[in-house]
């Protein structure tokens, strides 16, 4: 359900919270555009080069080289990547609060620069991996050290503190320069977020491919060297574009807001709510309409005797505004979908742990050469980008035609479909690993590994889908000073799917005192762990559904008149009703 908003304040452009380069409000046609989000696009693309090409492959080198258990490369692997999007809440809180979008992404992408240059030189010390394999004692190999280890944890964390300080604000920055009150630029933002996702799939694509076969036949040095120097590149591209972008400037720490509104209401818990919400502070200059949802918060807004005073109406620690009240109210019904997101990305990192694995006990040979297991994911890719283009040129057409909505499909049945797909995704990977398994044990063959197609083609299929459905739900449906945070929530959805998968692992390890994942596939059940996830995916998907059927989308502004005719009428009933309510108001006030 789409609201329409009463409450509707000018655009950041049109108030002056949009500025160039040199602080002054913004020319659009001199700012912004596609040429602007495109030079955005490349340090997003060149972070993904950098990250897709670590950790798609990574857990070849920590088993293959340095010799460590499967379940624990796989938890390094998932735990790296985890912290990366988990630390995409500082990087938009950061943004957000002190040094805007632009600032934040340039500092955050020398970061990680730093850190993939460290992998590099990790990985290309000889004194930082052990000896290799005794080949006359069958499975002898000495695992690597904690000092080996030492300057590889080091430029993994530093890595993934760049990165996710990228991730949670360069999105938000490239929907930027677009003006969502004009037409024209509010339809080139519907199709940002899918080029977007389109454009990084291409940067993932060339690093499981060039990256992944560079590191297994020439050396991992030059495939993290190339990585780096990516990473320089696109801070480069990021600083020449500066004249070209409309900045938007940081509203304040929304963490703060958010506190203060909770501490406010558990303060003000014993108070009586007021016979009219018309009493509420700052009621009838909210740029958010007031909502009756969590009624609890609004005491934070509640004029007591202490906030009687004028002077202290405008202090936020003794009372807040119902603006306030109501964005921390948007934030917190995100958090129903946000929890049920997170177990797409448990089964989605199984794809750069054990499916990888998986590869290294087939058949990778075509012809006289032999496919690096990494590259294997290249299918994962080249499913997300042909489904992403299906998307946005049949799917989003089609159903714009049915549904009469701008959207065509919404991002909570975008999530929908993806949750779906994830759990046919894991059916296929068991039904294809007990395949594996019996062939290998029962007749001592290695079966073709492009039986991992379906897996790989079904969940890439499922990120098309859920990956742009939760970007989009998540920027479109905070409030607008919290984009940069609402990022890093959407982000955090990752880190905690990941942080999931390790958990899973421990637990499955403990519970079947490692019988089902052995560094040896072929001795353990990886099949039954696949089961496993889809079952919890089934469960998780009824609560999604309950959750998407109770939630009610953001109020959307009004974007002009030619556009919004046919609601013209509704927004000019709530105006007319909310100034009857202010005069009733004001003659209370009077008597």
């Known amino acids: 359900m789409v609201l329409v908003d009463n409450h509707a304040g000018k655009d950041g452009a049109e108030d002056g919270n949009l500025v160039d380069f040199r602080g002054n409000p913004v020319d659009k046609s001199r700012t912004g555009g596609w040429l602007a989000a495109g030079l955005i696009l490349g340090t997003e693309l060149s972070e993904r080069v950098c990250v897709m090409g670590i950790s798609m492959n990574l857990v070849t080198y920590l088993v293959g080289d340095l010799h460590l258990p499967s379940s624990k490369s796989a938890n390094i692997v998932t735990n ?27 500092i955050f992408a020398s970061i990680a620069a730093v850190g993939v240059t460290l992998l590099t030189l990790a990985t290309s010390i000889p004194g930082m991996k052990p000896p290799e394999c005794n080949p006359r004692k069958s499975g002898h190999c000495i695992e690597a050290s904690g000092q ?46 899918n080029r977007f996702y389109f454009c990084i799939s291409l940067g993932s694509l060339f690093a499981v491919t060039v990256l992944v076969y560079l590191q297994d036949n020439v050396g991992r040095g030059w495939g993290y060297g190339i990585s780096a120097g990516t990473m320089v590149l696109g801070v480069a591209v990021l600083i020449g574009g500066t004249t070209l972008y409309r900045f938007k400037k940081p509203q304040g720490s929304p963490l703060t807001i958010i506190w203060r509104v909770l501490l406010l209401a558990w303060r003000k818990r014993k108070l009586s709510y007021p016979s009219d919400t018309g009493f509420l502070n700052e009621y009838h200059n909210a740029k958010v309409p007031h909502t009756h949802m969590l009624r609890c918060l609004d005491k934070a807004a509640i004029l007591d005797d202490s906030a009687a005073a004028n002077e202290n109406s405008k202090n ?149 889908f859920a990956y742009v459905g939760q970007l ?120």
């Open 148 to 193: 080996q280890l030492a300057l590889l944890y080091t430029a993994l964390y530093i890595l993934a503190l760049g990165g996710g300080g990228i991730k949670s604000n360069v999105s938000g920055f490239g929907s930027d320069q677009f003006d969502s009150s004009d037409p024209k630029e509010n339809k080139s933002m519907i199709y940002f977020f």
């Open 472 to 591: 989009e739900f998540f920027i479109r449906e905070a409030p607008e000073g919290m984009k940069s945070m609402s990022t890093g929530l959407f982000l955090s959805t990752l880190s905690m799917g990941y942080f999931v998968s390790s958990l899973l692992v421990f637990v499955v390890q403990k519970a079947t005192k490692g019988r089902w994942l052995k560094s040896n596939l072929n001795k353990g059940k990886l099949d039954l762990f696949y089961w496993l996830l889809a079952v919890l995916g089934v469960i998780n998907f009824l609560i999604f559904i309950a959750f998407s059927m109770k939630h009610q989308y953001k109020v959307q502004k009004l974007s002009s008149i030619e556009d919004s005719a046919e609601e013209l009428g509704s927004w000019k009933d709530l105006t007319l009703d909310n100034k009857e309510k202010k005069l009733e108001a004001d003659e209370k006030v009077e008597a």
């Open 316 to 464: 936020r620690w003794i009372v807040s505004t119902v603006t306030e009240v109501e964005e921390v109210k948007m934030v917190l019904k995100l958090i129903p979908i946000w929890s049920t997101c997170i177990l797409f990305w448990t089964v989605y990192s199984q794809m750069n742990t054990f499916t990888i694995e998986q590869a290294t006990f087939m058949n990778r040979n075509v012809g006289n050469f032999a496919v690096p297991a990494g590259s294997l994911s290249v299918f994962l890719f080249i499913s997300i980008l042909l489904f992403t283009s299906i998307n946005e040129r049949v799917t989003v057409r089609i159903a714009r035609k049915i549904t009469h909505n701008s959207q065509g499909i919404t991002s909570l049945q975008r999530v929908g479909i993806g949750l779906l797909l994830s759990i046919v995704g894991m059916v296929a990977s068991a039904l294809v690993e007990k395949r594996r398994r019996e062939h290998a044990i029962h007749h001592n063959f290695k079966i073709s590994a492009f039986w991992l197609v379906p897996q790989f083609f079904i969940v890439g299929a499922g990120e098309a």
């Open 80 to 106: 790296f990547m985890g912290t990366l999007n988990l630390l995409g809440l500082l990087g938009g809180f950061l943004a957000d609060a002190k040094l805007g979008r632009y600032l934040t992404v340039g």
